[in-house]
């Protein structure tokens, strides 16, 4: 009888016992009311899930991009979404300017409007960047710049929108490095 008791209290609720056992690559495709997705970025990820409003542990991989005037652009895609990056080269002021787009697979369960916020750190330490995107479609191409120097940044973007029973929140991580060789 306590099984069932937890069953229907976990329909009212919208919790699923499942969203646990569900890999991430599993659910990019569902309506799950999973309260977090992770986003795997071709040369780096972090990745994280929040379930009842705790993070776990992050999951990095690979490494960073590295910018030189030969190589100045990048495109990557995800299961989650495509990313592009470029760096400005040319003149004594370095720019970097970015986009990415949440794919309809990640985007499609969207029953409201998306805030996004993006921020950077440069050596490890926050930059004061901030970019902001609020109300707007969860298939809207998120894009932004900002000046550069030479070194090791880290982009971060945080996507948020609401789903059936809950809310998705992306984070997406662009580790990179902009080099002038």
Known sequence: MKIVRTAIAAALTGVAFTAFAIPASAAEASDSPRSSFSVK??????SRDIVNGKAGAAK???TAHYFTP????????SVESRFTGQVKYGSDKLTFAWSN????????PATGLMNEVAT??????????????I????????????????GHYVLSVNHSFPIKGGTRNVLSTFDFVVTLV
């Open 120 to 133: 950077t750190t440069y050596g490890g330490k926050s930059t004061g960047y901030k970019d902001t995107h």
């Open 135 to 150: 109300g707007v479609p969860a298939s809207y191409l998120v894009h932004s710049s900002f000046t550069v120097s030479t």
């Open 101 to 108: 787009q949440l794919n309809s697979a990640t985007s499609s």
């Open 70 to 77: 030969q190589n100045p652009s990048y495109v990557g895609d």
């Open 41 to 46: 970025m071709v040369e780096h990820s972090e």
């Open 60 to 62: 990095a991989a690979s």
